[in-house]
C-alpha cells in the first residue's frame, strides 16, 4: 500500500486529505508542522508527502527544501491557500522552484486532488 505524509498545521486540512487519500488505499501518516513532518519523513520515509507552505513552527518552503536537499527522490505536493499572504499561485510556484513536484491551490477538490497524487506517483 502506498503512504502519504500529510503536513499541515491545520487539523480541519489533515483530515480532509486523510479522508479521501485513505479512500483511495493509500496509508496515511499526519504532522502538525514541518520540523515534525521532517522528522517522521527522516525516520520512514513515504511514498508521497503533501505539505502545506505556510505553517507556525517552521515553514512548508523551508520543508521541502530541506527535504528534498537530503532526500533527493522524494515527491513532493506543496499545497497553499495562501493566508494573509494573498495569493498563493507565486509561493506555490516557488515552491516547485525548490524541490516541490507539484503544487495546488487549496481548497481543492478530492478530484483534483487524487488526479495530481496519480500524476506525481506515476499512476
Given at each position: 500500500m502506498p503512504s502519504v505524509l500529510i503536513i499541515d498545521d491545520e487539523?480541519?486540512?489533515?483530515?480532509?486529505?486523510?479522508?479521501?487519500?485513505?479512500?483511495?488505499?493509500?496509508?496515511?501518516?499526519?504532522?502538525?508542522g514541518g520540523e515534525q513532518g521532517f522528522t517522521l519523513y527522516h525516520q520512514k520515509p513515504t511514498d508521497l508527502v503533501i505539505a502545506d507552505l505556510f505553517m507556525g513552527e517552521q515553514h512548508g518552503l523551508e520543508m521541502i527544501l530541506r527535504l528534498t536537499q537530503q532526500h533527493p527522490d522524494a515527491k513532493v505536493i506543496a499545497i497553499s491557500g495562501g493566508g494573509e499572504f494573498g495569493d498563493p499561485d507565486t509561493f506555490l510556484k516557488f515552491a516547485q522552484s525548490v524541490g516541490a513536484t507539484e503544487a495546488l491551490p487549496k481548497p481543492m477538490t478530492p478530484d483534483v486532488l487524487l488526479q495530481t497524487v496519480q500524476k506525481v506517483m506515476g499512476r
Open positions: 487539523e480541519v486540512v489533515r483530515t480532509f486529505l486523510r479522508e479521501i487519500l485513505a479512500e483511495a488505499g493509500f496509508d496515511v501518516v499526519e504532522a502538525e
